[in-house]
């Protein structure tokens, strides 16, 4: 019999077309699961695998709102920092470069004038092989903060919107050095155990694949593999697809968690419950701010650490304009409308 569903039968299209190997998609409707379902595969090489409703994925981008921006707030609430507060008050190595005078604010919104990537991870390398063990420890995620406060500014801060992994890369780092622990522990220890949200994990680079970070034990067939590498030269399952991230050691502001659609979902709760001003790890006031567009500057869709919807989103034209979101490069997506 014929699926009459369209929403099934649009994501077995595009598993059909090859838009992607596979996918699960998850919807919850006023407090109730309304739609979860796993369509296509998870692997293709070197075997095929089914995708399963607790299939983890690699979800690139999604770190940005569902790890830093989430700890960035929790660490506002307790006053550690203040949003228009320069970045040199947390990280002093930044005075006397360009980025230093920008706050988290800018950092959250896009508008820091930083590019948006740069290959640090090739540098990185380059320093691994005349110091083996360089390459993911804690020296090269210090070299990559050097590096962004030499970059030149691609405009004035607070003035253009640039979608930039540096930004966040600095945000990470403000985390840890407020929380005085690794973003990975502090996010696992202050958000995801509170909400049950599992598993949602980072992997450390060059470690024991088995466990995420804090030793929670890792199913490595539940993990989707996302490519073969030419850079690596391999394929990549378990290990974290961004090269930056990988070289800073799997853990980093812009990309390195993993999760189901449920663990992503138990997170993006918290915000929409803190929105609807229910009972929420994040204040209502605090969230309300987060998810709406800041016109910072005038024009562009972003929210701080979150997108709302515009043309070039991924929002589509269903969701309303309180809604707010991100993408993940590696095909991940999520969308929350309150």
């Not at 030269?233 to 390195?256: F, I, K, Q, T």
């Not at 709302?308 to 997506?333: E, I, V």
């Amino acid at each position: 019999m014929a699926e009459s569903n369209p929403i099934t039968q649009a994501m077995q299209s595009a598993v059909e077309a090859g838009v992607f190997p596979g996918a699960v998609l998850l919807v919850r409707v006023g407090g109730r699961l309304h739609y979860h379902r796993a369509f296509g595969h998870a692997a293709l090489i070197p075997s095929r695998e089914p995708a399963s409703l607790d299939t983890v994925y690699d979800l690139a981008s999604l770190t940005k709102p569902l790890a830093t921006t989430t700890a960035i707030l929790c660490l506002l609430q307790e006053g550690r920092f203040g949003l228009d507060d320069p970045l040199t008050a947390v990280l002093d190595e930044l005075k006397g470069c360009a980025i230093g005078e920008a706050t988290a604010a800018q950092l959250l919104s896009h508008s820091s004038g930083l590019p948006g990537w740069r290959p640090f991870y090739e540098r990185i390398a380059e320093r691994d092989l005349a110091q083996p063990g360089f390459l993911g420890s804690a020296e090269a995620g210090s070299l990559v903060l050097e590096l962004i406060g030499q970059e030149a500014l691609l405009a004035p801060i607070g003035t253009r919107a640039l979608y930039s992994d540096l930004g966040f890369m600095l945000l990470g780092a403000m985390v840890e050095r407020l929380a005085d622990c690794s973003l990975a522990r502090f996010v696992r220890d202050c958000v995801y155990t509170a909400l049950a949200a599992e598993p949602l994990f980072f992997i450390r680079t060059g470690g024991d694949k088995s466990k995420g970070l804090g030793g929670l034990p890792v199913d490595l067939h539940r993990v989707a593999p996302t490519e073969e590498d030419a850079w690596r030269g391999r394929v990549l399952r378990a290990e974290v697809h961004d090269e930056n991230a990988y070289a800073m050691g799997g853990v980093a502001g812009h990309s390195g968690l993993f999760g189901t659609a449920s663990a992503v979902l138990a997170v993006s709760g918290c915000w929409l419950n803190g929105y609807l001003g229910r009972e929420s790890l994040l204040r209502s006031d605090w969230v309300r701010r987060f998810t709406s567009r800041q016109d910072r500057p005038p024009g562009s869709s972003w929210g701080l650490g979150w997108d709302t919807p515009s043309a070039p989103s991924s929002s589509g034209t269903r969701f309303s304009s309180r809604s707010f979101g991100h993408l993940g490069y590696t095909g991940t997506s999520l969308w929350v409308d309150p």
